[in-house]
């Protein structure tokens, strides 16, 4: 199946630790989970114990915090080194657009956050430098009413510029808690009523695992690889 | 009256469900959830199309009823399900079939009676690892629930407990447990 969670917080950041979110992932059926704690919390705690929960690949992330794309840049150079998956928390235009201009990241996640479109220039560097775009759900579950609506709308035009500019694209809970998981089809079933299309999330939900390959070869240059 | 002709019987399909939650949940509380949820995604119209209905809810193991085309909305329903009167809970779907007989005898176990009322109530036990300390509330197989000492620890994910399993209580030190009771880690040892 090769489902992967991507955008989990563990303790210190969430309140399961590393291997009690793989113990939960695995009886829900996902082949592996990214474990991507906000800048600030990189000290997982235990990350050794999960190497004990069998059947499950886990993987540590970061998702990267940043006031301004200066920071954001040399955070994200410092990272690419430490861990095999980088993404970035999105939100203001100038992080969204500097993330999608960083060839280095990986996943820019929830670019809808400050209730702003993704830009035309800022998708089409996307697609030049192969950023994908995370759709977290997290907001789909746990907001009401008025709130939601706008953050569905917001999701819609995000969308459509994602399919315009042939974009990859992942799905994920950003779950900070293991009762935050959904199963793979629930989370498919969440994402078709966010306006996903059926193949797209079978694809959103691929594609963690695929950077992860990627990201695990040795790379000399764009497209060189050291064999 | 209702129609007797069979090709208008609406049909129906069984969603078999399991409730992860940090307390018990009451059968009463979770319809009304399901319901507000459900008006709250799809609206008057939508819940009608749905048609879902609880069925039946021990606790842990529930059945639920929904229209025969609409089980993906009714899934996405289930998984919207944040808390249910404050506790926070998740539903898990276990299965999908088109007969209460047939939804219960493959997805709902028949020893279901094993499921301890989970109370609030620590048992005595304590862990002290570094950065996490506290008492246990429960503990199933090797997953363990911890009520901390720090109560903002989870803060961010509106939970009460920390989850951890007991590959996390194995110290540096191949004879330490990390507990200061002698919570030794393996399936069977870990009684609740």
Excluded at chain 1, 50 to 64: L, M, T, Y
Excluded at chain 1, 180 to 209: C, K, M, N, Q
Excluded at chain 2, 30 to 43: H, V
Aim: charged share 30%; hydrophobic share 35%; aromatic share 6%.
């Amino acid at each position: 199946m090769s489902y992967f969670e991507s955008c989990l917080h563990s303790l210190p950041e969430g309140s399961d630790s590393p291997s009690k979110m793989a113990t939960v992932a695995r009886r829900l059926g996902y082949e592996g989970i990214i474990i991507c704690n906000h800048t600030g919390f990189e000290k997982f705690f235990r990350p050794d114990a999960v190497r004990e929960v069998k059947g499950i690949k886990v993987a540590f992330g970061i998702e990267i915090v940043a006031n301004s794309p200066r920071s954001m840049r040399s955070r994200v150079a410092s990272a690419r080194a430490r861990f095999p998956f980088v993404s970035v928390h999105g939100g203001s235009e100038e992080t969204n657009k500097a993330a999608c201009e960083n060839p280095e990241v990986d996943v820019l996640f929830h670019p809808e956050e400050g209730r702003k479109v993704l830009g035309i220039a800022a998708a089409r560097a996307a697609r030049m430098n192969q950023v994908a775009i995370g759709f977290d759900l997290r907001p789909l579950i746990r907001l009401r009413g008025n709130s939601r609506s706008r953050w569905l709308e917001v999701v819609q035009r995000n969308l459509n510029l994602v399919r315009k500019f042939d974009l990859s694209m992942t799905i994920t809970t950003g779950s900070r808690s293991c009762l935050d998981l959904r199963a793979p089809r629930e989370l498919r079933a969440l994402a078709e009523i966010a306006g996903f299309e059926s193949h797209e999330t079978e694809e959103a939900l691929r594609y963690p695992a695929r950077v992860l390959e990627l990201n695990s070869r040795r790379w000399a240059g764009p497209g060189v690889e050291i064999l | 009256m209702r129609s007797r002709l069979p090709v208008l019987r609406m049909r129906r399909r069984y969603i078999a469900f399991e409730v992860d939650s940090e307390e018990t949940v009451k059968p009463k509380d979770l319809g009304l959830e399901i319901i507000s949820c459900q008006a709250s995604l799809f609206g008057d119209k939508g819940a009608s199309m749905n048609r879902i209905k609880l069925i039946s809810f021990d606790g842990r193991f529930g059945l639920l009823r929904c229209s025969y085309s609409r089980v993906e909305e009714s899934r996405a329903v289930l998984a919207t399900i944040y808390s249910i009167t404050g506790i926070r809970a998740a539903i898990r779907v276990k299965g999908v079939s088109g007969t209460i007989k047939a939804a219960t005898e493959k997805y709902i176990p028949k020893l279901s009676l094993s499921i301890a009322e989970t109370s609030a109530e620590n048992d005595g036990r304590r862990i002290e690892l570094d950065g996490v300390s506290g008492w246990i509330i429960h503990s199933h197989g090797r997953e363990i629930d911890l009520s901390p000492d720090e109560k903002n620890r989870t803060k961010g994910s509106d939970t009460r407990y920390l989850g951890l399993t007991s590959f996390d209580l194995c110290g540096g030190c191949d004879d330490a447990d990390g507990t200061a009771d002698g919570l030794r880690q393996g399936d069977n040892c870990i009684q609740p």
